[in-house]
């Protein structure tokens, strides 16, 4: 069930005055379970069994942990734990892609084993909730949180519908203490609630999705377009990837707080950003976030030395692009990241403070954002990229450049989307609320604007099939 459909609206129509009307704590978790598995298996009921098995598995493990005290066996139990999730993980979403990379090696002395490959449906979703799973028996093994008794809860915790399929990856510390209590969303909350679906959808719609037909085009056919064309389609693709995905989690935090629930923030205008690592603080946080608590500091971190914490780096990077999708591009699209962190490390002489808020745009914060900015545009197009040979192709069109008599109205389509995605994050940025719309004084002038983005979008989706979140394939 996507966000940008007529489906999810009924759908939300439907079970919020049930949800409302609903007396006590638990009947309000367990029908939010109930509606949770029903969203999820609208995709397939056949997703619902993993997502079932996550939960029971890691609700008994994070008991057990708990519960003994001998060292070895705590480690057992996570080791179960790990093997548990990421064998799921491993095997519906990167084993035809290590048969894949198995099968060119052997082509090339002369075996055919094509047998191994196998017909694998990849459950939407299933990188988020096993890593906001996995956090949850880490935590409880390190004591850092106590396991919950309640079961209902816990499955609430892994299957909330808001942030299931695309995030932000929750963690338990934040999430279940508010789905242990009876969860009755605030008239501020509501009203939040509901400004963050309507500037999600449009973000989504009305930017993300119609980027993405150009995108679509564009990378369809390389042949087809001059050098120039090919850039804008890269610049297109930048935009739509995030306008499609901060949609996403405006909507998922939106929808949230209709039901009284808090979600972190998943972006803070990353594209502002002056240097990469400032990028990993505003770009996908729940995910950067998480690599940085559960793999990078495991591996550890920055504690024996810059050699080791280069390597660390990387080792986390190149994970991280594997996490997003099984291809060699996205390992390059997270290699080169790794990179570029790593570069920026090396030549930062002090520890690199937490970014502060821009008071004043001078030439040298302009450049420094808009380097950021094109360093970021390259590795998109290895993300973009559905093969290495499209990679290829790309590279030498650039290469080998081609003037286009279309180029004014290329770069002006490309203006246009930078312009409107640009606006929005500067209200953001400047009022410090995705909510902005918000401060507006006058009700009348905010539940005009509101309705006009909503009436759009609708009016958008009426005429146009709806496009995938991106990051629903992950």
């Known amino acids: 069930m996507l966000f940008n459909s007529f489906i999810f609206f009924i759908f939300l129509g439907a079970i919020l005055p049930i949800f409302y009307f609903l007396p006590n704590k638990q009947s309000k978790n367990i029908f939010l379970v109930i509606s949770s598995y029903f969203f999820y298996g609208y995709w397939d009921w056949r997703f619902c069994g993993l997502l079932a098995i996550s939960t029971v598995i890691d609700f008994y493990i994070g008991r057990k942990i708990y519960e003994t005290k001998n060292t070895k066996k705590r480690k057992l139990f996570l080791i179960i734990s790990l093997v548990s999730n990421l064998g799921i993980l491993a095997f519906f979403k990167y084993f035809n892609f290590f048969v894949d990379s198995f ?36 935590d409880v093994f390190k004591k850092k949180l106590e396991p919950t008794k309640n079961f209902i809860d816990f499955a609430l915790f892994v299957s909330f519908f808001p942030q299931l399929v695309a995030g932000p990856i929750e963690r338990a510390k934040a999430l279940l203490p508010q789905l242990s209590k009876k969860l009755t969303p605030s008239i501020e909350q509501i009203k939040a609630g509901i400004t963050l679906i309507v500037l999600g959808l449009f973000r989504k719609v009305m930017i993300g999705d119609t980027a993405g037909r150009y995108v679509d085009s564009i990378f369809g056919d390389l042949n087809t377009y001059m050098s120039i064309e090919l850039i804008v389609g890269l610049v297109l693709f930048s935009i739509q990837i995030y306008a499609d995905f901060s949609g996403y989690s405006h909507m998922a935090r939106g929808t949230a707080k209709l039901l009284g629930v808090e979600l972190m923030k998943n972006f803070e205008q990353p594209y502002f950003s002056r240097n990469i690592t400032e990028f990993w603080r505003r770009w996908h946080i729940s995910l950067s976030s998480w690599l940085k608590d559960y793999l990078y500091i495991s591996l550890g971190g920055n504690r024996n030395g810059k050699f080791l914490m280069y390597r660390n780096l990387m080792i986390t990077m190149l994970l991280g692009g594997l996490w997003h999708g099984a291809s060699w591009n996205f390992v390059i699209w997270g290699g080169l990241h790794g990179v570029y962190l790593t570069i920026h490390k090396f030549f930062s002489k002090n520890k690199i403070p937490h970014s502060n808020r821009i008071k004043k745009l001078t030439v040298v914060i302009f450049i420094n954002i808009l380097t950021t900015y094109i360093l970021v545009l390259f590795t998109w197009l290895f993300f973009r990229s559905t093969s290495w040979e499209t990679t290829e192709l790309f590279f030498s069109k650039i290469i080998n450049w081609e003037s286009s008599e279309h180029s004014s109205l290329f770069i002006s389509i490309a203006c246009t989307y930078l312009l409107a995605i640009i606006t929005l994050d500067i209200f953001e940025y400047v009022t410090g609320k995705h909510s902005f719309i918000l401060l507006i004084k006058s009700s009348g002038i905010r539940y005009g604007i509101l309705s006009a983005l909503f009436l759009v979008s609708l009016i958008y989706m009426l005429q146009a099939e709806s496009l995938p979140f991106i990051y629903f394939q992950f």
């Open 103 to 138: 099968v060119t090696i052997s082509e090339n002395i002369g075996w055919n084993v094509d047998f191994l490959h196998l017909n694998i449906l990849l459950p939407v979703g299933i990188s988020f909730y096993t890593f906001q799973t996995l956090s949850y028996t880490i």
